[in-house]
């Protein structure tokens, strides 16, 4: 048979011998068919892309090995400078911006070379974090960057700020406490320095952004335009950006709070001179800690005030313009119905003012009737039209029907799908 003998065929010779083998000939063209259509699909897929497309490929590859670059050096162990401020025990300044290794820093006070990265200004960090170490207390807050021990602050200056009046400020003020012989413990009063300045900036920026946002919604008051519109927008990204950065400052202190093993880790001093201290024993520090905790809490409370008002302006500013829309589609209803009455009186008049007899030529009253008539047809049109305009906008809280039921003369009580509860002597039924 001729199919036996195709087989001993490779399958690419099978299309050549179809047509010699007793195939039909329809079948053949048929088999020639789906292998040109195949060609043409294998021809497709190994097409060579157009330079355009090219170059396009050629620009996002080229951008996505800069950002991985950028990201790497960020990421390799390298032996950087750090640029910092140390204040010894007796609050005295021994280094201004003075340049550090990051393996001096770490062999010096028995860091991880991960621990500098959170408090290393080159790299973004923009959670808040404090870090508890066997010798030293890490503290990335806002504009403040500190290594505190028992016996020393290192500040890591940040770059490219442009807010040296608040850094001098607390600069200022940590020295002066530092110098306090009495009180709490070194750490303590360095940690104190720290969130007291930290509680400032939180308190300055606050001021600021409620003036703003207080001048203008008094503005907005007076008048709405489109500029008001975009400064309120923009004041809202902000407010929303500085609620965000209190309530990390928030969730920082609180995560402390609720850990015992890192409030007893918090006495340096105890620990360099070997006093054992039990979980429950850090009153103190803890003290501290919510009360700048409670400050924080109250200005992100007063930031939530501050938005929910700028929503509630929005919301009020959307129902005037609404409600203005409102009445300028009214007015333009209002005037289209008058000219439907003016037309509907012209529309009589025209009639009456085409080249036909009428019979009404030699009448002497005529004229004053057909304008008398013409008028009040228009009026009644018009009267018409606005009676029905205002009775769809008399919008209530109760439905039509209720309110017919309700003032029905018959003095039928309107239906209420649920009993009332009665309340007497002995209680609610």
């Avoid at 959170?118 to 890490?138: G, M």
């Avoid at 500190?146 to 602050?153: E, F, H, M, P, S």
């Avoid at 030529?361 to 018009?382: H, K, P, Q, R």
């Amino acid at each position: 048979m001729p199919l036996a003998g195709l087989r001993c065929f490779p399958r690419h010779c099978r299309h050549s011998l179809a047509p010699t083998n007793g195939w039909p000939s329809s079948h053949a063209n048929t088999i020639n068919t789906r292998h040109a259509s195949w060609k043409a699909l294998l021809n497709l897929k190994t097409k060579h892309p157009s330079p355009e497309e090219t170059t396009a490929n050629e620009e996002e590859e080229t951008a996505k090995a800069a950002i991985l670059e950028k990201v790497m050096k960020g990421r390799l162990p390298t032996d950087l400078m750090l640029r910092c401020t140390v204040l010894d025990q007796d609050g005295v300044v021994k280094n201004i911006s003075g340049q550090f290794k990051r393996s001096d820093l770490c062999n010096e006070h028995r860091l991880n070379p991960r621990d500098l990265r959170k408090i290393d200004s080159r790299i973004p960090n923009l959670i808040p974090t404090v870090l508890i170490r066997k010798e030293a207390i890490l503290m990335n807050i806002l504009h403040i960057r500190a290594l505190v021990k028992a016996d020393t602050v290192i500040l890591f200056d940040t770059y490219g700020s442009n807010d040296s009046r608040l850094h001098s400020v607390f600069l200022y003020h940590l020295e002066h406490n530092l110098k306090a012989r009495s009180g709490p413990p070194y750490e303590f009063r360095a940690i104190e320095s720290i969130l007291l300045s930290v509680l400032s900036a939180l308190e300055a920026e606050m001021v600021f952004i409620r003036n703003l946002v207080g001048g203008l919604l008094s503005e907005l008051e007076d008048d709405i335009n489109h500029d008001k519109f975009k400064r309120l927008l923009h004041y809202s990204r902000r407010l929303a950006s500085f609620k965000n950065r209190a309530k990390l400052v928030q969730n920082a202190l609180e995560d402390v709070l609720e850990q015992d093993d890192d409030l007893n880790a918090m006495y340096l001093t105890d620990k360099k001179n070997g006093v054992v201290r039990q979980n429950h024993e850090h009153d103190e520090l803890e003290a501290l800690l919510e009360f700048f905790a409670k400050q924080v809490e109250e200005i992100v409370n007063e930031a939530e005030n501050i938005e929910s008002n700028v929503q509630s302006t929005q919301e009020i500013v959307e129902l005037i313009l609404d409600s203005n829309r409102n009445a300028l589609l009214a007015l333009d209803l209002k005037v289209s119905i008058a000219t439907m009455g003016l037309g509907c009186g012209a529309l009589i008049a025209g009639l009456f003012g085409m080249n036909l007899k009428s019979h009404m030529e030699d009448m002497s009253y005529a004229f004053a009737a057909m304008t008398i008539g013409s008028t009040a047809i228009a009026a009644l049109v018009a009267w018409a039209g606005l009676w029905r305009l205002a009775k769809i906008r008399k919008v209530g809280l109760t439905s039509s029907q209720t309110a017919r039921h309700s003032s029905d003369p018959r003095g039928r009580t309107p239906w209420i799908p649920l009993p009332l509860r009665r309340r007497s002597s002995e209680g609610w039924s």
